[in-house]
């Protein structure tokens, strides 16, 4: 096996090519070799969330993702997200400590993406797989549901 390998990323909108060891997660490419940190580093056993991006739209664990996996499709991280939810976040405290919230948006960004008006519980199934150990969930869902325009 190489050492390592050419990698021909396409990260918020740019392409980007770098050499770096096979083993190496997309995790650790995008904060360490591309240095986009707002993706975080939690618990990499994919139980957390805060490591997710999104990859052709649909969110991934990227602590558990090799980026020759992900060559030529797009990858979006957190740098490339200009969405109603970071308001809505701001808005309804939903951003406590912080460090859950990238993953959330993303999370978040894809469930409105394919259903811009979910119901509450459609947004907990969304989110299911991002834990946050300060708000309690319910500011986040207030924020899903902030941005998707819905009133409750």
């Given at each position: 096996?190489?050492?390592?390998?050419?990698?021909?990323?396409?990260?918020?909108?740019?392409?980007?090519?770098?050499?770096?060891?096979?083993?190496?997660?997309?995790?650790?490419?995008?904060?360490?070799?591309?240095?986009?940190?707002?993706?975080?580093?939690?618990?990499?056993?994919?139980?957390?969330?805060?490591?997710?991006?999104?990859?052709?739209?649909?969110?991934i664990l990227s602590?558990?993702?090799?980026?020759?996996?992900?060559?030529?499709?797009?990858?979006?991280?957190?740098?490339?997200?200009?969405?109603?939810?970071?308001?809505?976040?701001?808005?309804?405290?939903?951003?406590?400590?912080?460090?859950?919230?990238?993953g959330m948006i993303?999370?978040?960004?894809?469930?409105?993406?394919?259903?811009?008006?979910?119901?509450?519980?459609?947004?907990?199934?969304?989110?299911?797989?991002?834990?946050?150990?300060?708000?309690?969930?319910?500011q986040i869902v207030?924020?899903?549901?902030?941005?998707?325009?819905?009133?409750?």
């Open positions: 096996m190489a050492d390592k390998i050419l990698l021909r990323l396409h990260v918020n909108g740019e392409r980007v090519e770098i050499v770096a060891p096979p083993h190496k997660t997309l995790l650790e490419v995008l904060r360490e070799d591309l240095r986009l940190t707002g993706t975080k580093h939690g618990c990499e056993l994919g139980e957390c969330g805060t490591c997710t991006v999104l990859v052709g739209g649909e969110p602590c558990l993702a090799l980026p020759v996996e992900y060559q030529d499709r797009e990858i979006l991280t957190i740098e490339g997200v200009d969405h109603p939810l970071q308001v809505a976040f701001a808005e309804t405290g939903a951003a406590q400590c912080g460090y859950c919230t990238p993303l999370a978040a960004k894809a469930l409105l993406d394919r259903e811009p008006h979910p119901t509450r519980e459609v947004i907990g199934q969304a989110l299911a797989g991002n834990l946050c150990r300060c708000t309690g969930y319910l207030q924020a899903v549901e902030r941005a998707a325009g819905l009133s409750r």
